[in-house]
């Protein structure tokens, strides 16, 4: 420990007085204690010969090459490391300081983006065309602004009323579920679907809440993640019902007020005398899920400031003065928990129907592993924070996907989107780094006397239960 | 009906809080032993102890933070009830009865928001429990929640944006600046609570009890940190909320500047015992409260009582 502090020291004032002697010996260290490492698990590769014996080829090339990474990684972050953190320090305070919403122009950057949201598959299809706007369109735009809508979903929960839900995708699942069979079953159209997906959703928030909602911090955490994977292992196993792990297909799509988006006559084309495209369904999933994200967005932002609001931010402060001052904790957590859950279920009946295909896959813990670092990454509470995460954290995911140049770098097995739990987790370490509390920290207040002035993060509380 | 309240009665004055053999364990330890006082109506009592005597243990109990291990705890709501009617109400399952001139409330059976937000009794804490990351405006509108709550339709007429919901916000901010007028934070009113002085934080804590219109305030040691400028203004504070709210008043404190000039009843706990009970005249004067505080061995307070009898 005293020795890292000393070389600490040292990194930080490179021009200064760089201690070399100290440095070669520390990574030199690190190189030996690599070796040790890498030995066991890197220096032979065992297979089968044709007798099937087991055979060891030495890979001390790999060894080699790992050593010599670890010793001059870290030689050099002893050398730069210093200004390198300073400099991504200063810069991320930059940004955040961009990003704090500047009072006198905050409403013209709302109604900027909002135009840039209308406008984007326009945008879309002006800048790539027919063939391009499809990818830009889908797979940029409607997919993260599902996650944003699960940000801000979960956001009630985590952010507003500081309970840790590990189990999110649950209602997202319920909801995604309940679409499904009600429209393949019965008929129900995805218009009807939608607010029973919701309501649904919001009945196991409560059903869950009910019990698990006395449980604090690292309890509820776990509690909440058992609850998820319950849902989705009941999903996989109740086969009769839900079709077990191959999942439902055939679910309808949603229509425009009863037009259906296909090259009938009776199609959304035909009706408005259009020359019939694919772009004209996903013109319309993209206004659907930016309205349901806004209206998440709206019922949010009102919400924080009505009492219960008020009470939810109350309770991740402090539960002990909640309850004095005659706050019901249990009903307060479990309108968060279900409104949030609500959401989820909103989010997962369009998903359901976005792709007429759903199968348990799409509702593993990783997904409720995202949505929560979106939130985390966003800011608690923050919710423009939680949108930049999610176009960062979504949209840097489906980047990965372009990146098909590595391939002739890495070679033709290279697949970037792999390293994407990897570059989450770097994005991640960096960000509690540098940022502990988010990219927007600062809290805005609910209600105000003279004059708004945002609350510095470092005094907001993150909750604990 | 009424427990004898100990050797010095304080007064005829009905009593709100009464307090009666209350006993509180943690394992094998006897935090309250056998506990009985009354809370006069418009009085302030004070209870004074030293470290570790249970005197928070107490106020836990009766806030319901804790469900005492035996004894009960009535509070009485407007007019004084009939004869009769505490031990009918002991009797049943009912943990309250109300009427149209107030109610009894039996606090060992309630939890702790229940307490506040039903018997209106409202606790500050020993260790300051503001919520720090919100304003001091938000603060005291957090304790208006419940009355907020149902003005606002739980929710949907605030989301429909109901002119009544606005009113009544309208209302409570006043009410709130009522209060930040009287403890002098006006001008702070936007700034986060945590931000605050720990003097003022103390005022808050305070103002913001009384925000949820309690007829008991309990306060755990509201002068601990202040200085001598700030126990005096406290004590102003204290005696008008008393005289201007006519809410009665229940105080643990050390510091006894504050509580002989202001209370009219003292108990005095040792050990979870009450050692003695009455005026700050008689317990001034009281060998036994005296020998508790400056530390006296016990067969010294046997003598002093012995001479005490003589
Ligand atoms: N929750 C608890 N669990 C166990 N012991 C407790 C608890 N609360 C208080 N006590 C014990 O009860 C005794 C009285 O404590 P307290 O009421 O805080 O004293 P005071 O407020 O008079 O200083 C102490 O010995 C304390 O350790
Ligand atoms: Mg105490």
Known sequence: MAQSEDIGGVAAEPSASLDWPKALRDAGLLALFTLGLSFPILAFRTRQDLTQGLVLDPRWGLVATVVAIAFFARLGWLVFGGALTRGAAAGAARVSRALAPVKPYAWIFRYIVLALLAAYPFLAVLFTGTGGALKWIDNFGIQILIYVMLGWGLNIVVGLAGLLDLGYVAFYAVGAYSTALLSTHFGFSFWICLPLAGIFAAFWGIMLGFPVLRLRGDYLAIVTLAFGEIIRLVIINWVELTNGASGISGIPRPTFFGLPFNASDEGFAAFFGLQFTPLHRLFFLFYLILALALLTNWVTVRLRRLPIGRAWEALREDEIACRSLGIDTVITKLTAFSIGAMFGGFAGAFFAARLGFISPKSFEFMESAVILSIVVLGGMGSQIGVAIAAIVMIGGTELLRELTWLKAVFGPSFDPTQYRMLLFGMAMVAMMVWRPRGLISNREPSIVLHEKRAIGGDMVKEGHG | ?310
Request: charged share 25%.
């Open chain 2, 1 to 310: 009906m009424s427990v004898s309240s100990g050797d010095a009665p304080a007064g005829v004055k009905p009593p709100i809080l009464q307090v009666e053999h209350l006993t509180m364990r943690f394992g094998g330890l006897v935090a309250v032993n056998d506990l009985s006082f009354d809370v006069a109506r418009g009085d302030i009592t004070a209870l004074i102890g030293p470290n570790g005597a249970g005197k928070t243990t107490v106020f836990n109990c009766i806030t319901g933070f804790y469900k005492p291990t035996a004894g009960r705890i009535a509070l009485y709501r407007g007019a004084t009830p009939k004869p009769g009617t505490l031990d009918a109400l002991t009797n049943s399952p009912r943990r309250f009865a109300t009427g149209d001139d107030g109610g009894i409330f039996l606090l060992e059976r309630m939890g702790d928001s229940e307490i506040t937000a039903r018997a209106k009794v409202a606790r500050t804490f020993q260790n300051i429990r503001l919520f720090t990351g919100m304003t001091v405006l938000e603060n005291l509108m957090v304790a208006q929640h419940n009355w907020l709550n149902r003005a606002s339709g739980y929710s949907f007429l605030g989301l429909a944006g109901a002119k009544s919901f606005r009113d009544a916000e309208a209302q409570a901010v006043d009410i709130a600046v009522q209060w930040l007028d009287r403890i002098g934070l006006k001008g702070r009113a936007d700034d986060p609570a945590g931000a605050l002085p720990y003097g003022d934080q103390r005022r808050l804590e305070i103002a913001r009890a009384m925000c949820t219109g309690p007829v008991l305030l309990c306060l755990d040691e509201p002068a601990a940190g202040l200085n001598p400028r700030e126990s005096a203004e406290l004590n102003e504070f204290l005696m008008s909320i008393r005289s201007g709210n006519g809410t009665s008043l229940l105080l643990i404190e050390h510091d006894m500047s504050v509580v002989m000039e202001i209370s009219d009843h003292i108990v005095v706990l040792e050990y979870g015992t009450k050692i003695s009970d009455g005026t700050p005249q008689f317990i001034q004067n009281d060998p036994k409260v005296i020998a508790a505080y400056l530390g006296v061995e016990d067969d010294e307070v046997d003598e002093a009582e012995t001479e005490l009898e003589k």
